[in-house]
């Protein structure tokens, strides 16, 4: 009887601090997230991503130079872009 007891005891304490840490490891799951979330909204507004119009490729806007309402990720690619709609048409660009 005093076993049995001791068992259902044993047993009682391993069940509530699993229960307990469970919830420790959701709160923490929890807080990462939001943590993570809000980092990402912090380098939304810190910089929006924008398009080189050379090379295609997404850069920080404030890494980006601006020119005739284009972006680019380097002032190589605006002097290549703008050579060659110097030599085409505009319409010849997709
Ligand atoms: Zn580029």
Redesign the pocket.
């Known amino acids: 009887m005093n076993l049995l007891i001791i068992r259902l005891i044993i047993f009682a304490v391993l069940f509530f601090a699993g229960l307990k840490l469970y919830r420790m490891y959701r709160e923490w799951k929890l807080d990462r997230e939001e943590l993570l979330e809000h980092d990402d909204d912090a380098r939304q507004e810190g910089g929006q991503m924008v398009r080189?119009s050379?090379?295609k490729?997404h850069v920080p806007e404030s890494d980006a130079l601006r020119e005739q309402g284009e972006w680019?990720?380097?002032s190589a690619?605006l002097d290549r872009y703008l050579q060659e709609k110097k030599e085409q048409k505009p319409d010849d660009r997709e």
Do not use: E, G, P
């Open positions: 080189c050379w090379c490729v680019f990720c380097s690619h």
